[in-house]
């Protein structure tokens, strides 16, 4: 880091990581496994040039006896904090129109890069720790469903169990299993947002045990500064994007008396790169607004949800620096309560129709799996730079585009390591693997990871297919289409929050013009 362009005292040094209190033994206990995993899983050569990075994991708590106590294993884990341009976004979107002639052999091998986009979520777009440790978990659960059909165990690290008699052969999380979120650093956006409530140092809980975590209920967080962005949704920044849109353009979905709001025409008072979804300075959501959806859904997703009993839900969310419980606990859940929600056909027990005006055939029974999820929120004693390392200057730098993501897989080597993506592209890089001839080609030698949406997706066909080639999913509309198929019951509740709820109305949807 160059201490020239930051402003401080001549000589003024601080620890990497703030000395703070944890909340209780099993917090530390997740904090001690996610950063094992990442020792295990990433290169060590990327780890001493990278000392200041963000980790995130899933991890599944099983209990085994009272001698031995609970058992705790990283199904997902998740490094980054990039993600790809709205300039490439929407040069995916134009693709298929460019023409292929009069092109030089340069010229060809980038086109062939780029047609690894001709079909949807091809990319991984967002490449924040969190983003990525969620979908290995997605990947994981669906390599243990692959092996629970076929009749194979899982090494160990399943957390599924299986009875293809039962319910339409449906999947549960086996008896005893818990799962637990981590992440090194606070969620970007709404946790960053150090505004509006009184806040307290963490107080460290002894009477809880190794396998306990809080289980208090959360304190109802009265919405008094909607206007100031209290329970805002954020987007990334996007230093590529033009300079935002014409305020009277983009607010005519925000109903009139919220259209001068200062939350609704400045960013200037959003958490330092992040903006507001509709001025145009960014289109990915923010950590923060996504595990908050994802305790409103479930971990799992759309397509996994179809063959779940129930969805998959944090029992606890375990942070690591820049911390403070009640701005967690109202980033990640609390401002989605549907007590403050607009007018719920589905709370109303009404039929919801979809974007074709087909009648989902969602049960009150089956939509009642879904319910807001308030996880335990924890911070953590145990620091990510463990050796006490000191720098210069107040801002951490994450300077490495390159981000990682992996989950235990049956079918790879005992010594897989974690996929390596470059986030500003949201392809595989070949790292520090790659020879001299792939380094120096390796923009136009672009892979996709086998946890973007479209392998996930594939993935998923392969489980559920009965028999012959199930069809690519090639567009956003088809995959929506898919999704309605076979997952009416999740789309019914994820229209509900993202048409229905007084924050979340304003989710930059992208399959608003499906492609």
Known sequence: MDSTLQNHKIGSVRHAEKRRTGTCQFADRVALVSIQAYKERIPEKWRRENKQICLATIVAHSYVNEEAGGKLQVLGLGVGTKFVSDEIIEADRNLLSQGKNNENNADKLEREAKECCNYYGMRIRDSHAEVLARRAFRRKLTLEMKYLIAGKSSSGSGILQYDALAKCGKFSLADGVTVHMYTSSTPCGNSCLKKFVKMSKEKFNDCLGADEWPKEAHVPIAAHSLHLGHFALLVKKDCTSNQGSNLDDVLDHIPRKQR??????????????????????GSIHTCSDKICRWNYLGLQGSLLSSLLERPIYMHSLTVGRKFTKVIAQRAVCCRASCSDAKSSKRKRGK??????????????EELSVYELNHPAICGTAVYLDDAGDKTVGQDVRFLSALCWIWCPDNDADERYNAECIDGETGFVHPCIEADAHQQKNWKYIQKSSSSCTYELTAQFLDLVRSHGEAETIQTLDQLRSLKRAVSSNHETVKDDLLQNHRVFYQWNRRDKNCN
Do not use: F, I, Q, R
């Open 351 to 364: 039929a919801e129709d979809d974007d074709d005006g087909n009648v989902s055939e969602g049960t009150s």
């Open 260 to 281: 001068k709001w200062l939350a609704n025409v400045s960013d200037d008072w959003c958490p330092p790169g992040t903006t507001v979804p509709h001025l145009g300075k």
